[in-house]
């Protein structure tokens, strides 16, 4: 049986388009609302969580608000790319196994980011400063390849993990702020 590859990437792409545009359409009639509103942000929430029930915490939700329809289909691919490669080995705002990933983009460039994704020993074996010291800080513990991701792959994971960044309640600090 052959896969068509192409076929069902362009399925995927059509159904994120098509989530997006609903919506869209659901947020300009009022029914969805991205942002919350003076009224929401300073809405008592109680110890188990529920809006209006009592008074004990005061919360504000800021939701990041994608830019455009491509950003916000590159952050859900990042999501789902996100979910199935890093989730086992890395949280945005938590340190796992492996390092916190908010502030990613401040530490490193994306230039940098994607050769560390498709092959981190061989970036760790070129001397890189950064690089050496991150292994060494993680206990030399190697990060595996993923030279299946593309490099859009690994920029839409870069989108999601900036979408995600502070939302967490506990967050933490860059796990290393070599420059």
Known sequence: MRTNYSGF????????????????????GGLVQLAPTEETAAMPIDSLGKAGMGDSLRATVVAYVPANPQ??????????????????C????????????????????????????????????SGDEYAVRLYGDYSKQQMPAFPNLTDQNIKNIVAFVSAQEGSSATDSAPALAVQ
Do not use: Y
Not at 101 to 115: C, F
């Open 9 to 28: 990437a362009l399925a995927v792409s059509m159904g994120l388009i098509v989530l997006l545009l609903g919506f869209v359409a659901l947020s300009a």
């Open 90 to 125: 890395h949280a945005v705002n938590e340190k796992v196994v492996g390092p916190a990933l908010a502030g990613i983009t401040k530490r490193r460039s994306i230039n940098w980011i994607i050769p560390w994704v498709h092959n981190s020993a061989k970036v760790i074996a």
């Open 71 to 88: 950003e916000a289909a590159a952050i859900a691919a990042g999501d789902a790319l996100f979910k199935s490669n890093c989730a086992q």
